[in-house]
């Protein structure tokens, strides 16, 4: 396989002490084995495989999916449980500029749909996935940026919506305290367990007849004469019309060819801490439901669960080995303690690291692959897995058959251009990262 990422960011260690792992038993898929036919093969098990073959199945194809490793073993097992709005990186004035505004607000539209499909999937199939927040709210961490959340506030209002902003001074009386100039709180999304939920959507795929396999990874992709996909594990081959790729930050080049060079993982590193007393919410001044994120481009995420366990990740991670996850773990803690100073104290009881995937337009890309025929994929959500994993899963399972896709289908999402470097690119990032973290 061909990765460019060392082996060991693929490996076991930076899961290692994924805080998901406690709170639901994996589903014990079988391996393929032999010869197996399927009308749909799907690559992947996260949340856009399983969406797909959750809703193919109900439509009645045949289908098959393999997940490498264990069920909830990649991003969508590890994350940090935002479903909200978002998917894209390329702001709404650059998206508009490029695309034009008519597919600029087909995207946008997409994205409320993705949130609303998880919301049904969890209402449908009775899925507890440990829900909470009401929408999600954004911390500015300088002035200028809140400045920024002002005029988004003000857009957003001219556009019909109904934000809620809060400048400084009220913070505190909000449980928003941490050292931050303001918020702004869309009231579109929530927060839930990734686990719970991923695992839900696979009982309700099986339900419909999908097959499920782990430890079947693709080792091999080829055609028969009669155009059939077979798809090659270590221990069968599945044959399929049609197949969908959905790896996502877990992809690697050359399966298929046209998907070498148009991805690149991104680590993402999050610490979840024992649960919190009520005093020690009250001292830090932190104590709503809401689901947050900074302002800064390499951003901390964070929100306190149910449980009274407190979240919190940032993106930052360039290397992958030991020696670099220590070194992450430990840059992570640090920016806890300086960002809930009353915390300093509270014991981080799990750490672990995952990848997202990003596109170099910036944009998720959903649709079938160029040159290859009945090969669609579904990838680049920019940390925004969640919901916009499920609903690429959604539109696939739609042009797998044929269809006009059900929910908004932007052409923002339908093209992908590869990165320069080739297996190299990986070096545009710490100039990258450079930049971005002199701009917060």
């Not at 969406?51 to 194809?61: D, K, R, T």
């Not at 044959?239 to 877990?250: M, P, S, W």
């Not at 009250?282 to 951003?299: E, H």
């Amino acid at each position: 396989m061909r990765r460019i990422f060392s082996d060991y960011a693929y490996g076991p260690g930076p899961r290692d002490g994924c805080w998901w792992d406690e709170t639901i038993a994996a589903p014990d898929w079988p391996r393929l084995s032999g010869e197996v036919t399927a009308d749909v093969a799907i690559i992947g098990g996260g949340f856009t495989g399983m969406s797909a073959a959750l809703h193919l199945a109900e439509a009645g194809a045949k289908v098959a999916l393999l997940e490498a490793e264990t069920p909830g073993w990649g991003a969508s097992g590890r994350n940090g449980g935002f479903c909200c709005i978002g998917g894209a990186k390329l702001s709404g004035a650059a998206m508009r500029r490029k695309f034009g505004a008519e597919a600029t607000d087909v995207y946008d539209a997409g994205e409320v749909a993705a949130v609303d499909l998880v919301h049904q999937l969890l209402d449908r199939h009775q899925i507890d996935a440990d829900t909470h927040s009401d929408g999600e709210t954004q911390m500015a961490h300088s002035p200028r940026a809140m400045k920024a959340l002002r005029r988004q506030a003000d857009e957003i209002a001219a556009a019909g919506g109904s934000p809620q902003l809060l400048e400084q001074h009220e913070l505190a009386a909000n449980g928003m305290n941490g050292g931050f100039f303001g918020a702004l709180t869309t009231p579109v999304g929530f927060g839930l367990n990734p686990r719970k939920y991923l695992f839900g959507i696979a009982r309700a795929a099986q339900s419909a007849g999908a097959s499920l396999f782990q430890n079947s990874p693709v080792t091999g992709l080829s055609r028969a004469s009669s155009g059939v996909h077979i798809l090659t594990t270590p221990d069968g081959a599945l044959h399929a019309d049609q197949v969908i790729v959905a790896t996502n930050g877990y992809s690697w080049d050359g399966l298929p060819d046209w998907l070498s060079g148009r991805y690149i993982p991104a680590q993402s590193t999050v610490m979840v801490t024992r649960p919190l007393s009520d005093e020690e919410l009250q001292a830090q001044g932190w104590f709503t439901d809401q689901m947050a994120f900074d302002t800064r481009n390499l951003l901390h995420y964070f929100r306190l669960m149910p449980d009274r366990r407190f979240l919190f990740g940032m993106r930052g991670g360039l290397f992958a080995s030991p020696r670099s996850e220590t070194a992450i773990r430990r840059a992570l803690r640090q920016h806890f303690d300086t960002m809930f100073p009353e915390w300093r104290a509270v014991e981080g009881t799990h750490f672990w690291s995952g990848m997202v995937s990003m596109a170099r337009n910036l944009v998720p890309f959903v649709g079938p692959i160029p040159g290859e025929k009945g090969m669609f994929a579904g990838l680049c959500y920019h940390g925004n897995g969640v919901a916009m994993g499920s609903y690429s899963g959604r539109l696939l399972a739609d042009l797998v058959q044929g269809k006009q896709p059900g929910l908004p289908y932007s052409p923002v999402v339908q093209s992908m251009g590869k990165f320069p470097f080739g297996r190299a690119r990986r070096v545009v990032m710490p100039p990258a990262y450079a930049v971005l973290g002199m701009m917060d």
